[in-house]
């Protein structure tokens, strides 16, 4: 089942803060982040695995509430670089990860 | 090192055709899984494999199959195509089967005329 994203789209200016969050109705063993640009492919920011381990990007900051299975991503003091589409994505299994519908961010100068 | 290679980047096919898609991941890199991407339903989920195996499999109709060689390359194939098979096809690899993250490739974007 398809993990609810929301905003559904933010605006920034440099400098400012965002969150992004991500939830699920079903028990999940980890939740990963990406961010795909215009014309690429999605590129992985963090994985946030069941039991509290985090790996990623060391810039990007980003939590998982268990109980509620809830994620959300923290983009702090946002650069121009950080414009594009994030997408969360659930694995309830370990083998099947499906992506929420997306989350556009444009940061403006 | 070498990211995950996908082939061809463009296709253009007939509907009633089929298709072979290809994917060879980062060295090393046992789990392959595929998805669509369309503007309006986003990233979908098509299958993956490890190790040979197909595990999981998205809710997609039987035209659309894959397999995993030995040495990890995967492979798409969509029979009897349809005008909404027009999509971005994407693989993306891991270092195993749980625990890490997923590097996609460039994928194949694939036009239904």
């Known amino acids: 089942q398809q993990p609810v994203q929301s905003p559904q789209a933010v605006i920034l200016r440099e400098g400012e803060d965002a969150v992004i969050n991500c939830s699920s109705s079903?028990?999940?063993?980890?939740v990963h982040w990406y961010r795909q640009k215009h014309g690429e492919a999605p590129v992985f920011l963090m994985i946030?695995?069941?039991?509290?381990e985090q790996k990623g990007h060391d810039k990007i900051s980003a939590s998982f509430n268990e109980k509620k299975q809830q994620s959300s991503l923290y983009l702090t003091a946002s650069q121009l670089s950080y414009s594009g589409t994030y997408f969360c994505?659930?694995?309830?299994?370990?083998?099947?990860?499906?992506f929420g519908a997306g989350t556009i961010l444009r940061v403006k100068s | 090192k070498a990211g995950v290679t996908q082939t061809p980047r463009y296709l253009i096919k007939t509907r009633g055709q089929q298709v072979t898609l290809s994917c060879s991941p980062i060295?090393?890199?046992?789990?392959v899984s595929w998805y669509q991407q369309t503007p309006g339903q986003g990233l979908q989920f098509l299958f993956e494999?490890?190790?040979?195996?197909?595990?999981n499999k998205g809710n997609f109709p039987g035209r659309f199959s894959g397999r995993q060689f030995s040495n990890s390359r995967s492979e798409m194939n969509v029979s009897t195509l349809e005008l909404g098979d027009s999509a971005l096809y994407l693989c993306?690899?891991?270092?195993?089967?749980?625990?890490?993250?997923?590097?996609f490739g460039s994928g194949t974007r694939l036009t239904v005329v």
């Open positions: 993306a690899s891991s270092l195993s089967d749980q625990d890490y993250g997923y590097t």
């Open positions: 079903k028990a999940l063993y980890s």
């Open positions: 946030l695995l069941k039991g509290g």
């Open positions: 994505g659930t694995d309830e299994y370990g083998n099947k990860l499906v």
């Open positions: 060295s090393g890199h046992r789990s």
């Open positions: 494999y490890f190790s040979e195996t197909q595990r």
